[in-house]
Each structure stands twice: as structure tokens, then as C-alpha cells.
């Protein structure tokens, strides 16, 4: 079923600006505009609206994998069908999570978590099954990312003008997937990352006056944190709003064939918003316009050699969306001064 929350979808310009969010939160207003053929104070008066409105907005995200021994996990409940929405509120309230969303097709919850190995047992055994009504739950690890929500390229704005606003994210997604050495960040970074996760689109200048550093030290350390994916800066926004109001995550098996052409595949979709391997099961979230562009999607999918099976699991409701926790379908206000920063998320 198409989710049914009253979304006001966006006129074209802003459509066209909130995909440029998308693809680099921290783009100036100049080169919005640049890329969109539009006069940079049109852009810049929407851009702001759309921003101050809360139709989408910039904040950060840590992965977690860079910064520390957690790792990534995909988490399905299965509820008993009164309880769903609280076990969905439980999760989404949970630090370790950075995306919950209750499914359509079975009394189930699905979440991205990050954990470290000696986590595991007291976050499923202990606090997970003590929810009141968790029937059961399965934790597959996301080995490998092939698409994150920085990387999405809606089909609202043409590839040269995505590379014009950035050139994405496969660079940083590299880095994550090398597995290096998990290092903290010190405490100008920890601080960075924390007013980037308020407001993303946080002015150099801004930052340095707020931390008493140099504007050059600024700039150093956010290239750095960037460029090797430990920091990425996202837009959130509900897809609905951009006229694809059908969200679903899609559960392949792999034919015999590596995780990395598939991945890849899926990855360069305008429709997937996130893709990821676990094992010989590929995972992805999609966003569509309507549930036949779906039904198009699935057949193009089981149309493929490397594809042994493909199951579609529509989202009812969402309950945490790129860390930003949402209550009756609407997200909450953007964290004060003192909430920590945010994990890498769907």
C-alpha cells in the first residue's frame, strides 16, 4: 500500500533545489543556481523557505565504523500487530539505530543498527526481547555499502547536473569499505560534527567563531573527515515531497555472481536510496511514484541473470529517517546545543 500521511508535493524548482541538497548539503546558493539556471536570489529566498519550513533539512552523520568497534546491521521484528508502533518508537529512541520503518506487507519492523560484537547479545537478549511485543527478530551485518542517502540522485535533476553539484559519493564509500582502523575523533572534530548534525549548512565561518579555530583549520578538517567517509553532511527529506511517495526495501539473492556488479547496479538506480550486501542477500531501499513503477522495477530485477530472487516489502510508517526520529509521521525539531552527533544512516 502507498503510504497515506498528507505530503505536499513540491512545485518544480523546489523539487529541482531539494535534489541539489541532496546530492551535496552544503552547496552554496551560487552554484544551486548556477547548475539549476535559475538567479542565485530565487534560489537562495526557496532555498531558505524550504529549509526553514523543515520540508528537508542538512545535518551530519558519523560512521560509526570509522570512529569506533561498531558495525552495521540489518534488524527485522516481527510484532504482534498492536505493539508494532511502539517496538518501531522503541527502536527509533535508541541510539544505536539510524533508520527504523514499520513494513505494510507483515507485522514487522526493519532497522539499521550499529553495534559492536559485545553488544550483540545484550541489546537482542536483553533489552530487545523485553519489549513488549517482540515475538521474534533476526540481525543479518551489512558487510558492504553500495548506496547511502548522500548518494541518491532522484530523478529530478540530469547526471551532469548531480556531477556539477558534486562528483558523490563512491570515493567515500570506498573508504568505508577498506575497513580501516577505527579511530575517535578528537575533540575538535567530535565538535565539528556536532554543529554540522544541528545545522549542516553551518558557514565556515561560523564553525571557526563558534570553536575559536582558524577558518583554515575548519576547512582541513572537514575535507579530511569527508573525503575518507567518516563524515557525511545529508539532506533529509521525505520522499513524498519530491513526488515518490511508494518507499519499500527490496531483499535479492545473489545467482552465483559477485556482490560488486549487482551492488553496483542497484547503486546507480535513480529510484535506490541506499543499497547494501550481506552475504549472498542484497538489500535495497527504493522510492518510487507510484506501486506500478514498482511492479516494473521487480520484473526488470527478476529479468536479471545475477538474480535468483527478489521480495519487496512496502514501508507503512516511518519512525526514523537518517537519525532524525519521527512521531505520527512528522520528524522531530532539529537537536539543541547540547545533543551529542549523529551515526551514518538510511
Known sequence: MERTRDVEQLDALDRQIVAALIRNGRAPWRLIAEVLGQQERTVARRGNKLLDSGVVRTNSFVNPSSVSSRSAFLLRVTAAPRELRSVCAWLAQREESSWVSALSGANEAVAELFLSPDELGNFLYRRL?????????????????????????????????????????????????????????????????????????????????????????????????????????????????????????????????????????????????????????????????????????????????DIHSVRPSIYAEIFKRSTVIYRNGEPEKPPL?????????A
Open 129 to 305: 526481547a523485553e519489549v513488549k511485543g517482540v515475538q521474534s527478530f533476526t540481525m543479518t551485518p551489512l558487510l558492504e555499502y553500495f548506496r547511502t542517502p548522500t548518494g541518491w540522485t532522484p530523478d529530478v535533476l540530469d547526471r551532469a547536473q548531480y556531477a556539477a553539484l558534486h562528483p558523490g559519493e563512491d570515493e567515500r564509500l570506498t573508504g568505508i569499505r577498506s575497513g580501516h582502523a577505527a579511530e575517535p575523533l578528537d575533540e575538535i572534530n567530535a565538535s565539528l560534527a556536532e554543529l554540522l548534525h544541528r545545522n549542516g549548512r553551518a558557514t565556515v565561518d561560523d564553525l571557526a567563531s563558534e570553536l575559536s579555530i582558524s577558518k583554515a583549520t575548519v576547512s582541513r578538517r572537514l575535507e579530511a573527515m569527508m573525503t575518507s567517509g567518516v563524515l557525511f553532511i545529508r539532506a533529509v527529506v521525505d520522499p513524498a515531497a519530491l513526488g515518490f511517495p511508494v518507499e519499500a526495501i527490496l531483499s535479492l539473492t545473489r545467482a552465483n555472481t559477485a556482490a560488486d556488479q549487482l551492488g553496483q547496479h542497484l547503486a546507480d538506480l535513480p529510484v535506490t536510496r541506499w543499497a547494501a550486501a550481506s552475504g549472498e542477500q542484497m538489500l535495497a531501499q527504493v522510492a518510487l511514484s507510484t506501486l506500478n513503477d514498482l511492479r516494473v522495477l521487480l520484473d526488470d530485477l527478476r529479468l536479471r541473470k
Open 337 to 345: 546545543a547540547a545533543d551529542p552527533p549523529s551515526v551514518l544512516s
